[in-house]
């Protein structure tokens, strides 16, 4: 096998295509190879965004040649993709952006901005990327507690549309278009209205799921990426928000970390945490598209308690879920 050789088993998603913008910006050579990621898909050559690409089927075949095979599809073909590599002697390096295998025996979760270099990772094991609300949040809290000890936090979690794929992306175009139209909207990934809507719940037949099992995700991961914050008490509500893209967070905490708002600012700023200026305003969904990191701004002491402090957060929930398993598969970067 040719040290270099990625594939990305669901080429044409949209974390596929997050994939392929963070490798045109590495260094050095890379082979890619796209592979479709569900059956009926399209293959061959294939317009996707504009860009004419070639995608390959999802066999054995097509996972033989990799050194690296990235899995960024749905559920689905990454547990399809699991079955033909599992029984392998030999078997590559597997990245599971999905977070549908984390129940497999052994698998690691990884959020390569927050662990420390000491970090040893299991070569022969499913590396499961943490959600990137969990690896946005551990980033947040890691510089804060630089400043000093947060003992509670709050925290809204706003989903964007995107966190369902081009599915989610295309029923909220979809709905915006029908609501104008006075037709009928689909309602098949969100179970329920989303254009010009908040939903704090998933209607009962939402093919994405139940929100508070992504709740659970984030309480169940923060911890093991972030063990101090084991020691935080936190409380966690995910609201469906109706846009397409980022997530963005309205964080509340108190403890001495938070009694100085101009020290925490200072501690925040650094690699992968941009800290927005009062003048500048706050970050937002559109802001963030395209950053590795998060950005945090409007950080305000909280009028009714003096070691309590509010903040505003955005990360661009595509490119840390990227980045993140490109910092997992590192080690054949080299």
């Known amino acids: 096998m040719m040290k270099n050789s990625f594939a990305v088993v669901g080429g044409s998603t949209l974390l596929g295509r997050e994939l392929r913008e963070v490798f045109e910006a590495l260094p050095g050579v890379v082979s890619l190879s796209l592979i479709d990621a569900e059956e009926g898909e399209a293959v061959g050559l294939v317009e996707d965004a504009g860009e004419a690409v070639m995608v390959s089927p999802l066999?054995?075949?097509?996972?033989?040649?990799?050194?690296?095979?990235?899995?960024?599809?749905?559920?689905?073909?990454?547990?399809?993709?699991?079955?033909?590599?599992?029984?392998?002697?030999?078997?590559?390096?597997?990245?599971?952006?999905?977070?549908?295998?984390?129940?497999?025996?052994?698998?690691?979760?990884?959020?390569?901005?927050?662990?420390?270099?000491?970090?040893?990772?299991?070569?022969?094991?499913?590396?499961?990327?943490?959600?990137?609300?969990?690896?946005?949040?551990?980033?947040?809290?890691?510089?804060?507690l630089a400043v000093g000890v947060v003992n509670a936090a709050v925290v809204n979690c706003f989903l964007p549309a995107s966190e369902q794929g081009n599915p989610g992306l295309d029923e909220l175009h979809q709905q915006t278009v029908s609501l104008f139209a006075f037709q009928e909207m689909p309602k098949t990934v969100f179970g329920e209205q989303l254009a010009f809507n908040l939903a704090p719940v998933w209607g009962e037949e939402a093919s994405a799921?139940?929100?508070?099992?992504?709740?659970?995700?984030?309480?169940?991961?923060?911890?093991?990426?972030?063990?101090?914050?084991?020691?935080?008490?936190?409380?966690?509500?995910?609201?469906?928000?109706?846009?397409?893209?980022?997530?963005?967070?309205?964080?509340?905490f108190s403890g001495p970390a938070a009694a100085d708002t101009a020290a925490l600012a200072q501690s925040l700023r650094g690699e992968l945490v941009d800290v927005w200026n009062a003048e500048n305003g706050a970050p937002n969904n559109v802001s963030t598209v395209g950053d590795a990191g998060i950005s945090v701004g409007d950080i305000r002491a909280d009028g009714a308690r003096r070691d309590a402090c509010w903040l505003w957060m955005t990360a661009d929930n595509l490119r840390l879920r990227a980045t993140s398993a490109i910092g997992a598969a590192r080690i054949w970067l080299k």
Not at 69 to 92: C, I, K, N
Not at 101 to 112: C, D, E, F, K, T
Not at 234 to 249: D, G, K, M, T
């Open 209 to 252: 799921g139940r929100l508070r099992d992504v709740e659970n995700t984030i309480r169940e991961e923060l911890p093991r990426i972030l063990p101090a914050a084991s020691a935080m008490a936190i409380s966690l509500r995910v609201v469906q928000a109706p846009v397409f893209h980022s997530l963005s967070f309205s964080v509340w």
């Open 59 to 144: 066999d054995e075949e097509s996972l033989a040649a990799a050194t690296v095979v990235l899995l960024a599809g749905g559920v689905a073909s990454s547990r399809r993709a699991w079955e033909m590599l599992a029984a392998r002697p030999a078997r590559p390096f597997v990245v599971d952006l999905s977070g549908s295998l984390a129940a497999v025996p052994g698998a690691q979760l990884r959020a390569p901005s927050v662990e420390p270099m000491a970090f040893e990772v299991n070569p022969d094991a499913v590396q499961v990327i943490a959600h990137p609300a969990t690896v946005a949040l551990a980033l947040l809290f890691r510089r804060a």
